[in-house]
């Protein structure tokens, strides 16, 4: 999906956000590389490519809503489908290696909502080039062992409409602070996360 001699641009680009998981793509955060990215993942012809492997008419109908993630901690990556106000997503790796006998942070789809081990196909390892797309559905159960640490990925979601699109940015845009604020908080939670938790997003 990525061009290898893209990597070292795109790693210098990634945003330095402060708190772990995912907030809106805004373009001051990040490098010229990254933001031409996005933009390519963001265009109706790529949409409307991704929507016909996924059985979506004119997936460009849908307002996307990107975000990205530059590290996680222990609570992320527990078993859920996706919210209804999504349509599709699409997850797009950017870590130079990952470590080869971890399963931590490496996406599962996942047939049911409480077995982290029953998985649909084999795990996807969060390599730099990593495409995972898929429609979401009452059933589109995924997540990840947990992980703690630097774990790139670009995520563009296609919503429902546009009132989606400006309450998930709100949204995320004040989890960015209360991330910030509660950060130490959080990693002492997730360290008790079960590996088999779930939750409803
Ligand atoms: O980071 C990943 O691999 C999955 C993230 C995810 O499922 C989500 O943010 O909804
Ligand atoms: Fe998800």
Known sequence: MLDPASASALDDDFPRYAGAGYFPHAANDCGQSVNALVSELTSPEFA????????????????????????????????????????????????????????????RFLAQPHDIEATLIPEIPPVYGTLAAFKRTDCSYHGHLPFEGERHVIQVAWLVDAAAKARKTRRGR????????????????????????????
């Open 174 to 201: 004040l989890s960015r602070f209360v991330k910030w604020v509660t950060g130490r908080m959080d990693r002492a939670y997730g360290k008790h996360r079960d590996k088999n938790a779930a939750h409803l997003d």
């Open 48 to 107: 409307n490519a991704l929507g016909e492997h996924l059985g979506i008419a004119r997936l460009s109908q849908y307002p996307p809503l990107v975000t990205i993630c530059r590290s996680l901690n222990l609570r992320h990556g527990s078993i859920h489908t996706d919210s209804v106000s999504k349509v599709a997503s699409l997850l797009l790796y950017l870590n130079p290696q990952w470590p080869a006998e971890s399963h931590a942070g490496c996406l």
